[in-house]
């Protein structure tokens, strides 16, 4: 299945890992992470790896309620348990990840929330709310993050105190993150954490609600939902990544919704914002059968992101992957020809790039670097060898033209 999400275009694999249900009390933790829960979790992190994707590792659905797995929960009397647990978590997790390089990227929490609450998703004004629990909920979370953040970058090893570190507000949305009442947390290492928000916007055509077709409107929408992240953050050279979005297979058609991705994407790559499809393997079929996989509310739909089959590992619906990578300029992997690693090679030696051609009939056209955001860094004709000795360290792709074809690859400095 990942495989097929790597030739397909994709770059970056979120992996949402529910810790709680496999902890138990041993030793100095309350929560230890059974050993067979890790190496699968370990399993599933290198398929991506190996495939040389990021991978977005986090905490996911521990938030619960108050009669659900409470792993964690944002108000005062639950602070010090959700403050343990999220260090004890990260603490173990940033131990046993500890020699992966910079394509492994961690989230501290997936939607921090009062669950059941009438505020749970929402809360208002934005930059001074007025409910008193909303509020002392994002003092706890900020709280979570710098303990998590913290347990990272304790573990010692040199790739955690570089790794990129991203975080949510309050629920994960836009709003969560403007408030003025969400504190970024201290950092030992500079420019290495960033923001992670959710946005399945209109909300009533993406998620919940009657809306079925896309309107032109909604574009403006979008952008009043992503202008002020990149205004706040990303010219501050802070990152922001959507790392869930979609909207939901109501049993509208296709058009609509590729009006949707076409809109959608093309304004978080003009925002540099990258973006990871949200699939819950539910789709529009599964729901009319009453299979109700994947959260799908009865009610309206709202949660139909089944893009994959998870049996078969093929696409439900191509066309919409095949828009995206259109929108992004992404051409999947088999649209590459591919140059046998034994004529020509790659290797970092000393904060050189050296491009080592082994075979006789490959002549080298062009090399060129390129930052994560996209921008060309360095680009030389006719060479052999590119020093990147006064970059610095982070992840770069690296494009090599040739006779015979293009290779693609990444270093990590």
Not at 76 to 85: M, V
Not at 376 to 395: A, D
């Amino acid at each position: 299945m990942i495989d097929n999400v790597r030739n397909s275009g994709f770059r970056t694999l979120r992996i949402p890992v529910s810790w709680g249900q496999h902890t138990k009390s041993e030793g100095n933790y309350q929560f230890k992470i059974d050993e067979a829960w890790m190496r699968r979790v370990k399993e599933v992190v290198d398929y991506a790896i190996d495939n040389d994707m990021f991978v977005i590792l986090n905490i996911h659905h521990d938030n619960g309620d108050q009669w659900n797995h409470p792993y964690f929960w944002p108000s005062n009397d639950k602070k010090d348990q959700s403050i343990r647990y999220v260090t004890e978590i990260w603490t173990q997790v940033a131990e046993y990840f500890k020699d992966y390089d910079q394509r492994l990227i961690f989230e501290t929490l997936n939607e921090p929330r009062l669950i059941g609450d009438k505020n749970e998703w929402w809360f208002w004004p934005v930059d001074n709310p007025t409910q008193n629990n909303v509020v002392e909920a994002i003092n706890v979370i900020n709280a979570m993050n710098q303990a998590a953040l913290d347990a990272i970058r304790n573990n010692g090893s040199e790739a955690n105190r570089d790794r990129m570190v991203m975080m949510p507000g309050y629920d994960a949305s836009p709003d969560g993150v403007m408030t003025n009442k969400f504190v970024m947390p201290s950092d030992q290492t500079p420019n290495r954490i960033g923001i992670e928000v959710h946005a399945y916007r209109p909300t009533e055509l993406c998620l919940t609600g009657n809306r079925l077709y896309f309107e032109e409107k909604d574009k403006q929408e979008i952008r009043d939902v992503l202008s002020p992240l990149y205004n706040r953050y990303v010219t501050q050279q802070i990152p922001v990544i959507i790392d869930e979005t979609s909207i939901s297979d109501k049993g509208q058609g296709d058009e609509t919704r590729l009006q949707w991705f076409e809109a959608f994407y093309s304004i978080a790559k003009e925002f540099k914002m990258p973006c990871v499809l949200w699939d819950n393997g539910t789709t529009w079929q599964t729901y009319q059968l009453g299979l109700k996989e994947g959260w799908s509310d009865p009610n309206t739909n709202g949660e139909c992101h089944g893009f994959m089959n998870r049996n078969s590992g093929n696409w439900n619906q191509p066309q919409m992957i095949a828009k995206i990578m259109e929108v992004l300029g992404e051409a999947p992997v088999t649209d590459i020809k591919d140059i046998e690693l034994t004529e020509l090679t790659l290797v970092n030696n000393s904060g050189n790039l050296s491009i080592i051609n082994g075979g006789s009939n490959v002549l080298m056209n062009r090399i060129m670097l390129f930052n994560t955001n996209g921008q060309l860094i360095l680009m030389e004709n006719k060479v052999e060898c590119i020093s990147v000795s006064t970059l610095p360290k982070g992840v770069y792709f690296v494009v090599v033209e040739t006779s015979q074809g293009i290779i693609k690859t990444k270093i990590v400095l």
